[in-house]
């Protein structure tokens, strides 16, 4: 009986241990899709594609994209002119994380014939890092900046994989 119990408590800790970890990984910083839900395609979201987006110092765009494309990030000449014979760095897992370390601008383009030009191309403005510590507290803190709402945590798109591992996790430890 007294072994059982403690099993159950230690389930018990597991699982809010995972569940404040899912919950400061959804909060701590914004792994944000781009080109929303549907991912990188040329038939989708075109027009939310060719844009500028604005992210956070600590902030993650994700680009998702199926082996049709990839992901180019060029310098800012060779973005406007979609040429991708100097690439900084190219991406083509088809899930493509980019950490933004620090402030300035970062360019990304498909790297395939045409995609470029037709569009799949973004511009992201890195901002100085917010302070998410999103607690108790109460008011006050630096005023933020006007951009903030812009780019700030979407909850739609927390990291999944990492609610995936923890689901698993539970699953496991549960049965
Ligand atoms: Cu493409």
Redesign the pocket.
């Known amino acids: 009986m007294e072994g059982l119990r403690a099993e159950w408590a230690v389930k018990a800790i597991v699982i809010i241990m995972i569940g404040s970890l899912i919950l400061f990984c959804c909060v701590s910083a914004a792994n944000l899709t781009v080109g929303g839900a549907s991912g990188?395609d040329?038939k989708t979201d075109l027009q939310t594609w060719t844009s500028h987006t604005t992210f956070h110092v600590g902030d993650s765009p994700v680009f998702n994209?199926t082996p049709?494309?990839?992901v180019v990030e060029v310098k800012e000449e060779d973005y406007e002119a979609c040429d991708i014979q100097h690439p900084i760095k190219t991406h083509n897992d088809g899930e493509t994380l980019v950490p933004l370390n620090q402030q300035g601008r970062r360019f990304f383009v498909?790297?395939?014939q045409g995609?470029?030009s037709m569009g799949?191309k973004l511009e992201v403005l890195v901002l100085p890092k917010l302070s998410r510590d999103g607690g108790g507290g109460g008011g006050g803190g630096t005023p933020k900046s006007p951009l903030t709402s812009s780019s700030s945590t979407r909850p739609g798109l927390l990291c999944p994989k990492a609610v995936l591992g923890a689901a698993a996790f539970l699953i496991m430890i549960i049965s």
């Open positions: 990188r040329l994209y049709a494309h990839d498909c790297g395939r995609h470029c799949l």
